[in-house]
């Protein structure tokens, strides 16, 4: 006999939300409880991270969202693990990332799962890059996710500024595009360096506790520890009696975009790699995307800044005890 549930909803730009349906295979199964009608004008923007409004969820209730892909292999991963469960989550894929991977994108529209973007390059500072720069990466990352999917209906209006990097220019602008600008309820830190997947897993559990036991969760579908994490995750959500909402945009999205063949990945026993495309060199350096070499070049930059600043520092008292002891231009008199 199926069990059914009745779940509270409310109107929502106009559109009821849809209840759940059973997922095939796993009859105790997480699921999607219901999906929410996000319209743009009632929900200009979210996340009580930085803005006083976010969206109407009820006790025990959470959205699951990524940002930066996607990238195989952890895309695919998560992916994978989030079909297991029959979960529903909403994407923030960077153009360029789209771009190298639309067979990726494709697969997240098949499965059915919301896309939204996160700019053409994913730059650090947006807010802060000027209006011309702003409308490039905003409007070039949406070309580029809505050319990767094959139908620009299957992306939504939703854009979450790089590093939450928000300014009211960069707001302001948005707002002209019609897009709702999703900010988080909750992050879990999965980006840091060295973090465990178990890590992830009770960050995000203790602060969606900590905040009213609900709330937009912000993850990274481009990383090993959160890809590991995510089957943690749900196991977790589903062991306290959470429940997942899925967010769609109003109007009428295509059922679904035609498959492209694999073009980047290789697959492999256990983690796939990323093969070279034509004109890169192979060897013990992998080809990455752009994106993921910029973060890196700026990393090893910002480590060699501090590492000189020690070094000189160490150097500036070394000379300053050799003048005090041999009589140096310095010395007391």
């Known amino acids: 006999m199926r069990r059914v549930c009745i779940v509270a909803c ?9 209840l759940a349906a059973p997922c095939p295979g796993n009859p105790t199964a997480l699921g999607t409880s219901r999906t929410l009608t996000v319209d743009t004008r009632s929900f200009p923007r979210i996340g009580t991270m930085q803005y006083r409004n976010t969206l109407p969820l009820g006790d025990h209730e959470v959205v699951i969202t990524f940002d930066d892909g996607p990238l195989p292999p952890y895309t695919d991963r998560v992916l994978d693990a989030l079909a297991r469960e029959c979960v ?5 894929l960077v153009g360029t990332m789209a771009r190298a991977n639309p067979d990726a994108v494709r697969r997240i529209y098949n499965a059915g799962h919301t896309i939204g973007t996160h700019s053409l390059r994913h730059p650090f500072g947006l807010g802060d890059l000027g209006l011309p720069r702003i409308a490039n990466e905003v409007d070039g990352g949406i070309a580029l996710v809505r050319k990767a999917a094959g139908d620009p209906r ?3 209006p939703f854009f979450r500024i790089p590093g939450l990097a928000r300014s009211n220019q960069a707001e302001s602008y948005l707002a002209s595009q019609r897009l709702s600008v999703w900010s988080a309820d909750e992050v879990a830190d999965d980006w840091h360096r060295g973090i465990t997947p178990s890590q992830i897993v009770r960050k995000a559990m203790s602060r969606l506790e900590a905040k009213g036991h609900r709330g937009v969760l912000l993850l990274h579908d481009i990383k090993a520890a ?12 589903k062991a306290k009696g959470y429940k997942v909402v899925h967010a769609v945009p109003p109007g009428e999205r295509p059922d679904m975009v035609p498959d492209l063949p694999a073009t980047m990945v290789a697959a492999k026993q256990g983690w796939p790699r990323v093969t070279p495309q034509k004109g890169e060199t192979t ?9 993921i070499r910029v973060a890196a070049r700026i990393e090893t930059r910002a480590r060699d800044v501090r590492l000189a600043a020690a070094l000189n520092k160490k150097k ?7 003048a005090f002891k041999f009589g140096g231009p310095f010395s007391a008199r």
């Open 10 to 18: 409310c109107l929502i730009g106009g559109a009821l939300p849809a």
């Open 88 to 92: 529903k989550a909403t994407y923030f």
């Open 154 to 156: 299957a992306v939504a």
């Open 226 to 237: 959160t890809a590991m994490a995510v089957p943690m995750l749900l196991k977790e959500l």
């Open 283 to 291: 060897g013990s350096v992998r080809a990455m995307p752009r994106p």
């Open 316 to 322: 500036t008292k070394a000379q300053s005890v050799s």
